[in-house]
């Protein structure tokens, strides 16, 4: 089994900054992409930054120059610095991890954690 646990969220004033931390544990032989995906009460997810294993990103254009993605592959883990946080970037924030177990390792299987909740709000 896979798992992946969220820690960083809370309330921040607008202009704040906020860490997120999303760890993977479990029978992981690998990992490919990573990533964090956002949901405000009534919207569709949506993805906000991705890190290959490599270290190759990309963002959504939302949060361009506002938001950092980092990983730490020895510990499976990935990171998302918000500076300059909106109250539009209210929202539960889902960590996404392409998984390749040991029992399968050349395939991978998306995981997600359990969501993290960001107020943007003074």
């Known amino acids: 089994q896979v798992q992946l646990v969220e820690s960083g969220g809370g309330l921040v004033q607008p202009g704040g900054s906020l860490r997120l931390s999303c760890a993977a544990s479990g029978s992981i032989f690998g990992i490919n992409a990573m990533g964090w995906y956002r949901q405000a009460p009534g919207k569709q997810r949506e993805l906000v930054a991705a890190?290959?294993?490599?270290?190759?990103?990309n963002y959504a254009d939302f949060v361009k120059g506002r938001f950092t993605v980092s990983r730490d592959n020895a510990k499976n883990t990935v990171y998302l610095q918000m500076n300059s946080l909106k109250p539009e970037d209210t929202a539960v924030y889902y960590c996404?991890?392409?998984?390749?177990?040991?029992?399968?390792?050349?395939?991978?299987?998306?995981?997600w954690g359990q969501g993290t909740q960001v107020t943007v709000s003074s």
């Open positions: 996404n991890a392409d998984v390749r177990p040991v029992t399968v390792p050349y395939r991978s299987y998306p995981y």
């Open positions: 890190i290959t294993s490599d270290g190759s990103s």
